[in-house]
C-alpha cells in the first residue's frame, strides 16, 4: 500500500524565517514519483515539483528547495526567506511507477502561516 | 490560456435533492480527475478517466454517487440524492497521460464548495 505522511499540521513563522515542511512517503514500487502541490487561500492547488525515485538530487528554484532522501523515504521541502504570499497549505503527493489505475495519493497537509 | 473550469464555485442545496458538477479540463488533456476535500479526510481520488473511459472509480463513495465523461471537453459528477455529510469541496483536475503510469502534474480547477443542509 502507498502512503504519504505530512506529520505537520500547522506550521507559523515570522517573515524571512526559514521553513521546512516535512513529508514520509511508504510504498512498495521501486519505480515511483513525488510532487509537492501549494494550496492558497483561493483555494486552488498548484503544482511545484515532481521528483521520480531515480533522481535523489536535491532541486533549487528561487527560495524553494527539496531534499529527497530514499534511504529515509523523505521528500521535503523548504521555503528560505519565507514571506507572507507562501502562506499556505502544502500538499505531499507519492504516485506508483505502473499500471493504468495507478493513483496519486496525497498527504493530508501542512497549514503554513507566514507572519508579517 | 484557460485552466481547468468548474461549476458551480458554490452550491447549497438540501438533502434529498440531486446534485451536478461539472468540469472543463484543459484542451488536448485525456485525463480527468475528481477528488474531494474534506477536513477529516483530507484529499480522495473518486474517480479518474482516461480518453474519456473510468478507469477507476475505487474512490467512490457509495452508489448515490456517479461520475460520467461523456467527451473529452466535459464532465460530471452528480450525487443522488445528497447527504449532509457530501459537504466538502470537490475538485477538478486534468493532465496529458503518457502510457499507464500517472507521473504527470495535475491542473486543478478552483473546486465546487459544496454544502448539503
Known amino acids: 500500500a502507498q502512503k504519504v505522511t505530512q506529520a505537520q499540521t500547522e506550521i507559523s513563522v515570522v517573515e524571512k524565517e526559514d521553513v521546512t515542511l516535512d513529508c514520509v512517503y511508504e510504498t512498495r514500487d521501486t519505480t515511483y514519483y513525488l510532487f509537492w502541490y501549494k494550496q492558497p487561500p483561493s483555494g486552488e492547488l498548484v503544482f511545484l515539483i515532481r521528483?521520480?525515485?531515480?533522481?535523489?538530487q536535491n532541486e533549487i528554484s528561487g527560495r524553494y528547495s527539496w531534499n529527497f532522501q530514499k534511504s529515509t523515504s523523505s521528500f521535503n521541502f523548504t521555503i528560505t526567506a519565507s514571506q507572507v504570499v507562501d502562506s499556505a497549505v502544502y500538499f505531499c503527493a507519492l504516485s506508483g511507477g505502473g499500471g493504468a489505475t495507478n493513483k496519486l495519493i496525497f498527504g493530508t497537509g501542512t497549514l503554513l502561516a507566514v507572519q508579517p | 490560456d484557460a485552466g481547468v473550469i468548474q461549476s458551480p464555485r458554490h452550491e447549497v442545496t438540501e438533502m434529498g435533492q440531486e446534485v451536478t458538477l461539472r468540469c472543463k479540463p484543459i484542451?488536448?488533456?485525456?485525463?480527468l480527475f475528481w477528488y474531494r476535500q474534506t477536513m477529516m479526510r483530507g484529499l480522495e481520488l473518486l474517480i479518474y478517466?482516461?480518453?474519456?473511459?473510468?478507469?477507476?472509480d475505487s474512490g467512490m463513495p457509495e452508489d448515490r454517487f456517479s461520475a460520467k465523461m461523456p467527451n473529452a471537453s466535459f464532465s460530471t459528477l452528480k450525487i443522488q440524492p445528497s447527504e449532509p455529510r457530501d459537504s466538502a469541496v470537490y475538485f477538478c483536475?486534468?493532465?496529458?497521460?503518457?502510457?499507464?503510469?500517472?507521473?504527470?502534474?495535475?491542473?486543478f480547477g478552483s473546486g465546487t464548495q459544496l454544502s448539503v443542509l
Open positions: 483536475a486534468s493532465s496529458h497521460r503518457r502510457g499507464g503510469s500517472l507521473n504527470e502534474k495535475l491542473f
Open positions: 521528483r521520480n525515485s531515480f533522481d535523489e
Open positions: 478517466f482516461n480518453n474519456n473511459v473510468p478507469i477507476d
Open positions: 484542451s488536448g488533456h485525456n485525463s
